[in-house]
């Protein structure tokens, strides 16, 4: 079973920055492919993110490329999404889902997320 908590959230000017963390408890990262989500005020659910175990590969949405930036800390099983120049389109409910073990490959595709954390929110605003 795999549990997941993300943090880091909170409100912050455009232009600035956050870092969001996704503490998986269970498998190891390397076990499944992982992404982050985000879903706005009236909006569906968007892909920003997402890394796969398979080869260690990560990809972005065009919305976030050059911005935003995954790694990851082993030791401690989590996942982080730098987020840097934010801007007002930013502003979301933050997910972090994982596939099922031994699913390596990543998508933006939501429906294949097995497992998903409660969210976090960040509000970009001046």
């Known amino acids: 079973q795999v549990h997941i908590v993300e943090s880091g959230g909170g409100l912050v000017q455009p232009g600035g920055s956050l870092r969001l963390s996704c503490a998986v408890s269970?498998?190891?990262?390397?076990?499944?492919?992982i992404g982050w989500f985000r879903q706005a005020p009236g909006k569906g659910r968007e892909g920003v993110s997402c890394?796969?175990?398979?080869?260690?590969?990560?990809y972005y949405a065009d919305s976030v490329k050059g911005r935003f930036a995954i790694s990851r800390d082993n030791a401690k099983n989590t996942l982080y999404l730098q987020m840097d120049s934010l801007r007002p389109e930013d502003t979301a409910v933050y997910y972090c889902?994982?596939?099922?073990?031994?699913?390596?490959?990543?998508?933006?595709?939501?429906?294949?997320?097995?497992?998903w954390g409660p969210g976090t929110q960040v509000t970009v605003s001046s």
């Open positions: 890394r796969s175990s398979a080869d260690g590969r990560t």
């Open positions: 269970g498998p190891t990262l390397d076990s499944y492919a």
């Open positions: 889902a994982t596939r099922m073990v031994g699913y390596y490959y990543c998508s933006f595709d939501g429906s294949q997320y097995n497992y």
